[in-house]
């Protein structure tokens, strides 16, 4: 016997409750951004916004229906059923932080701030989740299937992104690596897709004067840049940037001792990488099941 679906609300801690966290009480966190000259009636707002949402998307999921809840720290260790559908409750970049630990999963965006959001990947309010939960539960519903990018290195270890995937130093610091035939220093290697165009991507994209056309965000097609590229006699900066289409990977070989590669920001879920290793970059055959 097959089980029901499992509503599984993602969320993040507010900047409120991290205030509070901080500082111990609403007086002391508001007796702190005062002498900033702040006022925490801007975070407080925030903060029961967005529980009033989920809230609201707590009273949606409908009968019968099991219910699970999720925190972004939580996400690595969370084990996701196939017979789950996902609301994201909170911004963008929640859904991408999710998106890595799913596997064909439908993905519903709850926007808890429309207007300081911009949306892209929460499209849809609080009111909508019941007819949006219903629509996905009987297997209804359009979906954008959203391209990811994947770093895969030559002992089996596999890392999975929807915006994007850093390799270089963990501090930030020079990376050495070589691509192809060209041995490099910089500040890493940026792969992205088309849902990354609108973020970190874009920024190094428009540095580099938008030559490249941006992907589309289901078009299996990704792209890759350096970040200041250092040359010296021995590193070169011929290799800072192109496309990878889809079956084609970009071959990284670290001549650093730790380096790391990390997706879509977070940086506690990273593959260490060390001097000799080659990492694969391209795109993955999984995508993000977005209902739109």
Not at 191 to 199: D, F, H, P, R
Not at 228 to 252: F, K, Q
Request: aromatic share 6%; hydrophobic share 40%.
């Amino acid at each position: 016997m097959s089980l029901g679906p499992r509503a599984v609300v993602v969320h993040r801690t507010s900047e409120y409750e991290e205030l509070l966290a901080r500082h111990g009480t609403r007086g002391q966190a508001a007796f702190f951004l005062a002498s900033h000259g702040r006022d925490i009636a801007e975070p407080a707002g925030r903060h029961h916004r967005a529980a009033q949402v989920r809230a609201a998307v707590a009273a949606a999921v409908p009968p019968g229906w099991r219910r699970a809840r999720v925190e972004r720290a939580d996400l690595d260790r969370f084990l996701f059923a196939p017979e789950d559908v996902v609301v994201v409750v909170g911004q963008d970049g929640l859904v991408a932080n999710a998106a890595k630990y799913l596997k064909d999963q439908p993905v519903i965006g709850i926007d808890t701030d429309p207007g300081r959001n911009p949306g892209v990947l929460v499209r849809h309010r609080g009111e909508d989740a019941a007819r949006l939960l219903r629509a996905a539960g009987a297997g209804r519903g359009a979906y954008d299937e959203r391209t990811m990018v994947e770093a895969v290195t030559d002992d089996g270890q596999r890392l999975l992104a929807l915006n994007e995937i850093y390799l270089g130093h963990r501090g930030h610091q020079s990376a050495r690596y070589r691509i192809g035939g060209e041995a490099q220093a910089s500040s890493g290697i940026l792969v992205g897709t088309g849902t990354g165009a609108t973020g970190w991507l874009r920024s190094l994209w428009q540095e580099r004067g938008g030559t490249l056309p941006l992907p589309d965000p289901c078009l299996r097609r990704l792209l890759w840049f350096v970040r200041e590229a250092w040359p010296s006699p021995v590193t070169g900066t011929t290799a800072s940037g192109g496309v990878i289409a889809d079956g084609e990977r970009l071959a990284v070989t670290v001549e650093s001792e730790r380096l790391v590669a990390f997706g879509d920001g977070m940086e506690a879920d990273a593959l260490d990488l060390t001097w000799g290793q080659t990492v694969h970059l391209g795109c993955a055959e999984r995508t993000l099941r977005l209902l739109v």
